[in-house]
């Protein structure tokens, strides 16, 4: 079977790394661009070449630089969690390999403009996504679908109300939700369920090859970070959740949901707030299935939002992924 073509926008970032690694094996990646978010903008660019050196793959995907920060509002940046590199904790060789010239939202326009069904993968703020889509409305119509890690169906991250990619720039997102696109939203309450413990930074070891070891020092930092933030110890790495929907849909039930943006709560700015009043319960996973056939009460759905994920099969694609590179 043909891999699904992708382009795989990222602020990486722990979990991004691990999304590129299980994009660039399963998927047919035709690029990756870079936003600032968790680090600025040069980091963040500089680590997507890490990560694709990491795996052999930087002589066959470009890493194109995007926005540096998002429309209307300043940068914020996630040092607390990604270190002051974006990706601190394994020790690797600076890239070789440099950027493209080419600015991210010229190559997303482009490809999709050329290229038929491609999906976009969205684990950054949607900066360039956005910026693409009032550069080229047509792309709405020519793209596959948008799967993000963004949001939240329940609650924060950044703050109590808000996930950090949504909350660094509201109205891009805002912009991608409204613009009549198909949405997948895998948000926190979908990504919570991915924790990595102490106990598979000793399983990914164990793998025995580089990219694991790579794998297993990333995790090793990340639980830090959490453990530093009053956390569990516990590595959501959220970002692959997306890649992982795009790779194999039976992993994660989900349900149509409409999904606005917050923009000025003086609280919840950043917020999405999800009607899921047809699925009737506070948790919307409970009785997916009989809850399915009810009748939507308020807007018609923009989105499929993530909501159960198959944690055993998930941690079975993630390693034997990492055991099939060097
Ligand atoms: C998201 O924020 C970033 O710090 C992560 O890379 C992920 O994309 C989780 O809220
Ligand atoms: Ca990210």
Known sequence: MDKKKVILDCDPGHDDAFAIMLAVQHLDVLGITTIGGNSPLANV??????????????????????????MVVPLVTAPNFHGESGLDGPVVEEPVHKAQKKHAVDF??????????????????????????????RIVERVKEICIMGGSVTFGNWTSASEFNIFVDPEAAARVFESGVHVKMTGLNLTRQCGFTPETVKRFRFIGTKTAAFAADLTDFFIGSNLR?????????????????????????????????????????????CDYRHLRGVNPAV???????????????????????????YLELVCSTLANYQ
Request: aromatic content about 4%; proline content about 6%.
């Open 45 to 70: 660019t500089r680590n997507a070449l890490v990560v694709l050196e990491m795996i052999d793959a930087a002589d066959k995907i470009g890493v194109y630089p995007g926005h540096s920060c998002p």
């Open 108 to 137: 997303i326009v482009d490809t999709v403009m050329s290229t038929d069904d491609v999906t976009l993968i969205a684990t950054g703020p949607l900066t360039n996504i956005a910026s693409a889509i009032n550069r080229e409305p």
């Open 229 to 273: 933030e009053n956390e569990p110890a516990l590595a959501c790495m959220h970002d692959a959740c997306a890649v992982a929907w795009e790779i194999e849909p039976s992993l994660i039930k989900a349900a149509p949901m409409h999904i606005d943006i917050e923009l000025n709560g003086k609280y919840t700015r950043g917020m999405t707030v």
């Open 287 to 313: 009785d997916l299935e009989r809850d399915a056939q009810m009748a939507f009460r308020g807007e018609e759905p923009n989105a499929e939002a993530a909501l159960e994920l198959d944690y055993n099969a």
